[in-house]
């Protein structure tokens, strides 16, 4: 029987992620970085604190930082592998860059837990 392989599912975590990324991290990057900055929006902070404290809220970062990672993970990887050609050292990439996306899942969601 052949050894089946987990690509489809990382070519799958890459794609969902390089979509919602580009799709709602503008979005946040223009409400925190000009919109509240600039005045054009007041949340206080019990606000966005009370929202964040929501469990719907906490799940859509989970997935939005989550596919993120597998996204950068998976794009440094091949950029690794086809851009520097060390094809011999695939395993260790492969370890290295879908660890970094795992450990930093699992830091995502020891953050949203200690939300106060």
């Known amino acids: ?3 089946k392989s ?3 599912f990382l070519w799958t ?6 979509v919602l990324a580009a799709l709602l991290i503008p979005i946040h990057l223009f409400l925190f970085g000009l919109a509240v900055p600039l005045g054009w929006a ?3 902070y019990e606000h966005l604190l009370s929202l964040l404290r929501h469990p719907a809220t906490q799940g859509y970062f989970f997935v939005l930082c989550t596919l993120a990672l597998f996204h950068s993970a998976h794009r440094f990887r091949y950029t690794l592998y086809d851009g520097l050609q060390i094809k011999h050292l695939n395993e260790v990439i492969n370890v ?3 660890g ?9 969601v020891y953050l ?3 939300i106060p």
């Open 1 to 3: 029987m052949a050894k």
């Open 6 to 8: 987990l690509e489809p």
């Open 13 to 18: 975590l890459f794609s969902a992620g390089g």
């Open 42 to 44: 007041h949340p206080s």
């Open 96 to 98: 290295l860059c879908y």
């Open 100 to 108: 970094g996306a795992i450990v930093g899942s699992v830091w995502t």
């Open 112 to 114: 949203l837990w200690r």
